[in-house]
């Protein structure tokens, strides 16, 4: 593999342009994988667990770290770690790659900033339709009021 191919090659992954993070904020846990693939996964490490320490990274920006520990969910610790498990595949390489993959998307969508809203005010016949609608609501419940034989 060429060091360009790899991301574990360099110190400084690149997450986009703008931001990178370093690899000692990434730690690795090798473990069993679960599910179907018989005496391989009894026998072999192959699954992937990835920490990646978030609250202690000093290369993102604080807005950045907030919107990933929004999308990252219940994969962040109390701690302040992103833990990812990969074992879709047979090899370690390639699960590690994948939940590397995975990581850089989860901080890649956490630097995108979201589109402010615009408030808007309804139209003149949104507000007439919903006038409407009540006075028809209000004559609908009027009709249901007692009668003069029920006291």
Same mark, same amino acid.
């Given at each position: ?6 991301? /574990? ?9 703008? /931001? ?55 994969? +962040?610790?109390? /701690?302040?770690?992103?833990? +990812? ?38 139209? +003149? ?17 009027? +009709? ?8």
């Amino acid at each position: 593999m060429d060091d360009e191919a790899d991301p /574990y090659a360099t110190s400084r992954i690149p997450v986009t342009e703008r /931001y990178f993070i370093l690899k000692d904020d990434l730690t690795e846990d090798f473990i069993r994988a679960s599910g179907p693939g018989g005496q391989n996964v009894n026998k072999v490490s192959t699954a992937v667990q990835l920490r990646f320490n978030l609250s202690g990274n000093d290369t993102l920006p604080q807005d950045v770290k907030t919107r990933a520990s929004k999308i990252a969910g219940s994969r +962040l610790t109390q /701690y302040g770690e992103i833990i +990812l498990q990969a074992d879709r595949h047979r090899t370690r390489e390639r699960n590690r790659q994948d939940a590397l993959d995975r990581l850089l998307d989860l901080l890649r969508r956490a630097t995108e900033k979201p589109k402010p809203r615009k408030a808007t005010k309804p139209t +003149l016949g949104s507000k007439k339709r919903r006038l409407e609608a009540k006075k028809q609501r209000g004559q609908t419940k009027k +009709l249901r009021g007692r009668s003069s034989g029920d006291w």
